[in-house]
């Protein structure tokens, strides 16, 4: 069976992400309303009922929103580490709280779902706990990595695997720079807690892109500090110094912040 992904929301107000077959599934995040994620998986001709877990990547809002619901209404399990547990069930932004439907997980201990294994890593970031995912499944790797300051050596040890990535372009510096969030929050999103930026990521990536890769999926881009085009034309021109042809050697895809992608099949 053939791995199919679909981006339903990718971006600072909300993400949520889906990897499955033809029979069942995953979501990665839950960052948006309960009513989308139906509508959207409806659309895409995937039952609710098909997807086996929910794994979260830490407890902000854009990450979150309708695990609560979709744990203990849908009976969905939701997976992450027992940190970010705690920090979801803290957390204003969800309705219910996450009891039944809890499953704790341990970071880099391979956890086996159907023909799924499914890897945490953790990550820089400012949740409460943070991590990325590695999803095998028949001899492919999808790699997540979002909401990260900076790709630590044990986190790129996880992107370089991949046969598919997920990656965070947050921002322009120049735009973050001149835009006009207050200093506070600049900060918060350029230091090594915070986000990635569309040089910094299309550095990471020139360095450790491998022949494997096929795909590259720009997320969480930022509404204020960045733009698509802009995204999409920083990476492509460093990889393109790099002597990498986009449309050739890899494909180079930006997520949209509001709008589900359509099912990608590999
Ligand atoms: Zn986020
Ligand atoms: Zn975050």
């Known amino acids: 069976m053939n791995l199919r992904f679909l981006s339903l929301a990718s971006g600072s107000s909300g993400n949520c992400y889906y990897l499955g ?16 994620i139906k509508k959207t998986l409806k659309e895409n001709n995937i039952p609710l009922e098909s997807i086996i877990g929910l794994f979260i990547t830490h407890d902000h809002a854009d ?17 992450s580490t027992e940190k970010i547990h705690v920090g979801m069930n803290r957390s204003y932004c969800m309705t219910e709280k996450i009891v039944s439907s809890k499953h704790v997980i341990e970071k880099e201990k391979p956890l ?10 953790e990550v820089p970031h ?33 992107l370089r695997q991949a046969d598919y990535l997920v990656i965070e372009a947050n921002y322009d510096e120049e735009m973050l720079r001149h835009g006009s969030y207050p200093y506070h929050l600049k ?36 509404k204020e500090n960045n733009h698509p085009d802009l995204a999409y034309k920083t990476i ?18 930006t997520l949209k912040r509001n709008h589900p992608t359509g099912i990608y099949v590999f």
């Not at 001899?139 to 997540?144: E, I, L, R, V, Y």
């Open 112 to 121: 086996k779902l159907q023909d799924f294994v499914i890897t945490s890593f």
């Open 236 to 253: 492509e021109h460093r990889l393109t110094q790099e002597g990498i042809r986009i449309g050739e050697d890899v494909q180079l895809i």
């Open 21 to 36: 077959n033809s029979r069942y599934g995953i979501l990665i995040d839950a960052g948006i309303g309960i009513r989308s």
């Open 126 to 158: 400012d949740g409460i706990d943070n991590i990325g995912y590695l999803i095998e499944y028949n001899n492919q790797k999808f790699a997540f990595a979002t909401d990260l300051g900076y790709i630590p050596e044990h986190v790129a040890n996880y």
């Open 187 to 222: 900060y918060r999103i350029a230091n090594k807690n915070g986000h990635m930026n569309n040089a910094e990521t299309a550095d990471f990536l020139a360095h450790n892109i491998t022949s494997q890769l096929k795909y590259i999926f720009l997320c969480h881009l930022s």
């Open 63 to 79: 990450h979150i929103k309708a695990a609560g619901c979709l744990g203990e209404k849908y009976h969905i399990p939701v997976y």
